[in-house]
């Protein structure tokens, strides 16, 4: 999970990035605020890869996908942005779990034959 995760927050991380610049030509938004807003938000990206397998991290990144969707308020492209990012959170979320536990059991099946070929010599 954490793999297809990071992956995808990797890509928001570039996503937010440029938005920041598309909403600098915003006369109405200063341009503190708008790096101010978008740095958090990269940074906190950043900081989902490495916490994404600890407790709070998925919820963490549902956050996040809530606040990309709530940016097209600011730049109208993130509604669409958001969305995409926010499905390919849930397919990274629900497949890179059925993966872990692909690979779970495949570790466990390999463990009992090792444990098989083991006992058979001793």
């Known amino acids: 999970m954490r793999t297809l995760c990071a992956s995808t927050l990797i890509g928001e991380f570039f996503v937010i990035g440029f938005a920041g610049l598309v909403a600098m030509k915003d006369p109405d938004l200063s341009m503190g605020t708008v790096w101010a807003v978008s740095g958090i938000a990269m940074l906190l990206c950043l900081l989902l890869c490495g916490v994404i397998t600890r407790p709070g991290g998925v919820p963490l990144?549902?956050?996040?996908?809530?606040?990309?969707?709530?940016?097209?308020?600011?730049?109208?492209?993130?509604?669409?942005?958001?969305?995409?990012?926010?499905?390919?959170?849930?397919?990274?979320?629900?497949?890179?779990?059925?993966?872990?536990?692909?690979?779970?059991?495949?570790?466990?099946?390999?463990?009992?034959?090792?444990?098989?070929?083991?006992?058979?010599?001793?």
Do not use: C, Y
């Open 61 to 122: 990144g549902w956050a996040l996908q809530i606040a990309l969707i709530a940016s097209g308020f600011v730049v109208p492209t993130m509604f669409f942005m958001g969305a995409l990012f926010a499905a390919l959170w849930w397919a990274s979320v629900h497949f890179g779990r059925k993966i872990d536990e692909a690979k779970a059991r495949f570790a466990a099946m390999a463990e009992g034959q090792q444990a098989e070929v083991g006992g058979n010599t001793a």
